[in-house]
T-cell receptor, first 114, second 114 residues
Framework: DQQVKQNSPSLSVQEGRISILNCDYTNSMFDYFLWYKKYPAEGPTFLISISSIKDKNEDGRFTVFLNKSAKHLSLHIVPSQPGDSAVYFCAASAGGGSQGNLIFGKGTKLSVKP | EAGVVQSPRYKIIEKKQPVAFWCNPISGHNTLYWYRQNLGQGPELLIRYENEEAVDDSQLPKDRFSAERLKGVDSTLKIQPAELGDSAVYLC????????????FGSGTRLTVV
């Protein structure tokens, strides 16, 4: 059973608009959440993270929101740029923070159209 | 700083043959991870090292997979014998306890077993 779920395999957004990528989790022991971005033929690169003691973390155009009661987090990208086109993975860990064993979702492929 | 270096980038072998992957982590990173990413899936942890000690190998199929991290630096992951289902991207990552920026992944080795 998947503990981290990204139910949208793909998302297409117009340049300049907001991109919202969603992630749900089932394990209530998860206390740290991360988003990774992956371009073809490259490894995932860290984008932004959030601890379970927060409900929002912002870094430039990227904001992650955490709703613990719903076991749901989302990544907002505003404004979206063509260079943001990639696969985005949601990941979670229990007890290890950003260094813990990460459980990844299947990813959402974002396409930003010029 | 130099990134996580993996080699080879691509490997094609016949089933039942052995194969090995090599990883050089970022200098000073004491934690090293091997992940496997199947097509259309997120990465899944195989093994985690703290320095030279394997602290979590519960997901490593030990009948055919082995790994080592000599002197707590470079690491190798071996499969012997390879099966068709082992075709995947094998990702190495490293992290430092002093950073809250998630793992740094290498570009991965794409293995095709024919």
């Amino acid at each position: 059973d998947q503990q981290v779920k990204q139910n949208s395999p793909s998302l297409s957004v117009q340049e300049g608009r907001i991109s919202i990528l969603n992630c749900d989790y089932t394990n209530s022991m998860f206390d740290y959440f991360l988003w990774y971005k992956k371009y073809p033929a490259e490894g995932p690169t860290f984008l932004i993270s959030i601890s379970s003691i927060k409900d929002k973390n912002e870094d430039g155009r990227f904001t992650v929101f955490l709703n613990k009661s719903a076991k749901h987090l989302s990544l907002h990208i505003v404004p979206s740029q063509p260079g943001d086109s990639a696969v985005y993975f949601c990941a979670a860990s229990a007890g290890g923070g950003s260094q813990g064993n990460l459980i990844f979702g299947k990813g959402t492929k974002l396409s930003v159209k010029p | 700083e130099a990134g996580v270096v993996q080699s080879p980038r691509y490997k094609i072998i016949e089933k039942k043959q052995p194969v090995a992957f090599w990883c050089n982590p970022i200098s000073g990173h004491n934690t090293l991870y091997w992940y496997r990413q199947n097509l259309g899936q997120g990465p899944e942890l195989l093994i985690r090292y703290e320095n030279e000690e394997a602290v979590d190998d519960s997901q490593l199929p030990k009948d055919r997979f082995s790994a080592e991290r000599l002197k707590g630096v470079d690491s190798t992951l071996k499969i012997q014998p390879a099966e068709l289902g082992d075709s995947a991207v094998y990702l190495c990552a490293s992290s430092s306890m002093t950073k809250e920026t998630g793992y740094t992944f290498g570009s991965g080795t794409r293995l095709t077993v024919v």
